[in-house]
């Protein structure tokens, strides 16, 4: 499984968008790319996945580099609620078998 | 539409014992996955079943197994207890019906996990 490089933490302000960056230079053209969280004393949940264009759901927007070496989850106003552990996955065969990085924790301030 | 459920919550044991996990998943869902949370290695995955067959595996010893029911529950075991096992044990299910496209997508879906001390 490829693997995804991620900063170790990130802080922002209460209200500002976020951008967490995720490198996967060893990205091969089956591979989605997954964005799941994990909140304090809870299980990860999904936020995001894409292919090759951006994306956009309620919780967040993925943006995808040309050459797909590299996305970046945007998260378009922080919230307390947003901290969190943020891993970014690659998984090319749509199954449950998710490699975890160690994810970038992301603070908030209010 | 309930959640993902495990059982028990918390378990205590000492070592060289064996344990069994207990996970439910969502009601349709066909696959289930178990990983492993410590401080050190953060979250690693241990297996993957789907319709009663293991369809994934991670690189765990065979002390550490699996098995799914025919109604989609699956079960974990750790025989011969070590104090590195003391972690949390989360599992995740899935539709896990591998079809393309964006819109296919299996999300999945983590139950609370169980907590697991080893003395």
């Known amino acids: 499984d490829a693997k995804t490089t991620q900063p170790n933490s990130m802080e922002s302000n209460e209200e500002e968008p976020v951008h967490l960056p995720c490198n996967h230079s060893?990205?091969?053209?089956?591979?989605?790319i997954h964005w799941y969280r994990q909140l304090p004393s809870q299980g990860p949940e999904y936020v995001i996945h894409?292919?090759?264009s951006n994306v956009n759901n309620r919780m967040a927007s993925l943006a995808i580099a040309e050459d797909r070496k590299s996305s970046t989850l945007i998260l378009h106003r922080a919230t307390l609620r947003d901290a969190a552990v943020y891993y970014c996955?690659?998984?090319?065969?749509?199954?449950?078998?998710?490699?975890f990085g160690q994810g970038t924790t992301l603070q908030v301030k209010p | 539409k309930a959640g993902v459920t495990q059982t028990p919550r918390y378990l205590i044991k000492t070592r060289g014992q064996q344990v069994t996990l207990s996970c439910s998943p969502i009601?349709?869902?066909?696959?289930v996955s178990w990983y492993q949370q410590t401080p050190g290695q953060g979250l690693q995955f241990l297996f993957e079943?789907?319709?009663?067959?293991?369809?994934n595996k991670g690189n765990f010893p065979g002390r550490f197994s699996g098995r799914q029911f025919s109604n989609s529950r699956s079960e974990m075991n750790v025989s011969t207890l070590e104090l590195g096992d003391s972690a949390l044990y989360l599992c995740?299910?899935?539709?896990?019906?591998?079809?393309?496209?964006?819109?296919?997508?299996?999300?999945?879906?983590f139950g609370p996990g169980t907590r697991l001390t080893v003395l």
């Open positions: 995740a299910s899935s539709g896990g019906v591998r079809t393309g496209g964006l819109s296919g997508y299996n999300e999945q879906f």
């Open positions: 079943y789907f319709s009663e067959t293991q369809r």
């Open positions: 060893t990205i091969s053209g089956t591979d989605y």
């Open positions: 894409g292919l090759t």
């Open positions: 996955i690659l998984n090319s065969g749509n199954t449950g078998k998710l490699i």
């Open positions: 009601s349709g869902h066909r696959s």
